[in-house]
């Protein structure tokens, strides 16, 4: 319980660190950062919005790990000798795998492209009042409306 404690605090830290606003349009959803105020620049924030991301995976992986635990104690499954000695890093490291996922996933495959901020442009500035250079966002377009009407 202690390990999802701190985890849970230092989660909590960095969302008030990058302070991101969830957004929906069409077929985006986006973590987005305004960069006005901000101790770091667009790259540093984009790098923190990545981490961010990654808590929020390694976050549900703590509680499904927790689960299990929880599960194996009520069952008096034999598996439940895997949270003692040694073995127990095995179960402590899912967490950081799947965060580390989540990072690699926001930073590489749902980072910002010109289609996608084309699209985005405008919903953005008249939600958030924010221009395109005020603020570094994070998310995927799972599909775009071509001009014939077919979508890619």
């Known amino acids: 319980m ?3 404690s701190v985890f849970e605090i230092l989660y909590s830290i960095l969302d008030v660190i990058v302070a991101p606003e969830h957004f929906s349009h069409g077929p985006t959803f986006l ?5 006005k105020d901000k101790l770091f620049g667009p790259e540093g ?9 990654g808590c929020f995976g390694a976050s549900m992986a703590i509680f499904d790990v927790h689960f299990v635990y929880r599960w194996l104690a009520v069952s008096e499954n034999p598996l439940l000798k895997t ?3 040694w073995t127990i890093w095995i179960w402590f490291s899912v967490p950081l795998w799947y965060g580390l996922t989540w990072v690699f996933t926001g930073y590489f495959l749902s980072a910002p492209t010109e289609s996608k901020s084309e699209f985005i442009r405008d919903s953005i500035n008249e939600i958030f ?3 395109f250079d005020e603020y570094i966002y994070l998310g995927p377009y799972l599909y775009q409306r071509m ?3 077919s979508l890619h």
């Open 147 to 149: 001009e014939d009407g």
């Open 31 to 35: 973590v987005i950062v305004g960069t």
């Open 83 to 85: 949270f003692s000695g």
């Open 2 to 4: 202690i390990y999802i």
């Open 45 to 53: 924030l984009t790098i923190l919005n990545s981490i961010y991301w």
């Open 129 to 131: 009042q924010l221009e």
